[in-house]
């Protein structure tokens, strides 16, 4: 595990469990942004990108038209989840935790590098109120033991990650933050812990070196 292995899996130049669309979304809106005029920081930026990613998904036919609201399940503040079959949910998330798209999408890829047994495979989008969701596939865990954070945080030590506060770590070497790994985001099943809801982040200085 090291930074130039991120770097590549983020850019596409290396494969990663159900990476290919997910790498092409995020192709797709770094080309589109050096582009733009916006500057991230703008509060239109997202609004921006936005609308270049509908276009994408326009072209590419990648509107999920088949999701069976009876198999709704949850909702949270950034995602909504519904059953697919006996093994596995979809999830349909917005992506408001992260300033931008591509955020999210190297959220998706970074979960996906860490933890392939819970990997997400992105089927498409869907909109809904002028909302904009990306609808991912993830397999269903069914926890068989209350999660123990304090083995949370040995994992995550034994893994080069330092708790900064409460259930968020960061990893110095590689510059990455991953947030919010509480007894519900992390589940315990056969003594293994599976990671289901994974908030990624990039530190500023990412791509610097």
């Known amino acids: 595990m090291n930074k130039n292995e991120l770097k590549d899996v983020l850019c596409g130049a290396s494969q990663v469990k159900h990476g290919t669309l997910i790498q092409a979304a995020a192709r797709y809106l770094r080309r589109s ?23 994408w998904i326009e072209e590419q036919q990648l509107w999920y038209r088949t999701l ?9 503040a950034e995602q909504k989840v519904y059953l697919k079959g006996e ?6 998330n917005d992506s408001i935790y ?3 798209w591509l955020d999210y999408f190297y959220n998706l890829l970074l979960n996906n590098y860490f933890f392939p047994d819970t990997a997400y495979q992105l089927l498409g989008f ?6 904009l969701y990306a609808v991912v596939q993830q397999d269903f865990i069914k926890a068989d033991t209350p999660t123990s954070i304090e083995e949370v945080r040995a994992f995550m030590k034994n893994n080069g990650f330092e708790v900064i506060r409460n259930n968020d770590y960061r990893n110095p070497e590689l510059g990455i933050i991953l ?9 315990t099943r056969g003594g293994v812990l599976a990671f289901i809801d994974t908030v990624f982040y990039l530190e500023n200085d990412f791509w610097n070196d």
């Open 33 to 55: 942004q050096k582009t733009s005029s916006m500057a991230q920081e703008s509060k239109h930026f997202k609004e921006e990108e936005t609308e270049r990613l509908c276009q």
């Open 87 to 92: 093994k596995g949910v979809i999830k349909l």
């Open 126 to 131: 869907y909109r809904e109120d002028k909302t």
């Open 179 to 187: 947030e919010d790994l509480h007894d519900e985001n992390v589940l």
């Open 68 to 76: 069976d609201l009876t198999q709704f399940i949850s909702s949270g």
């Open 98 to 100: 992260y300033s931008s």
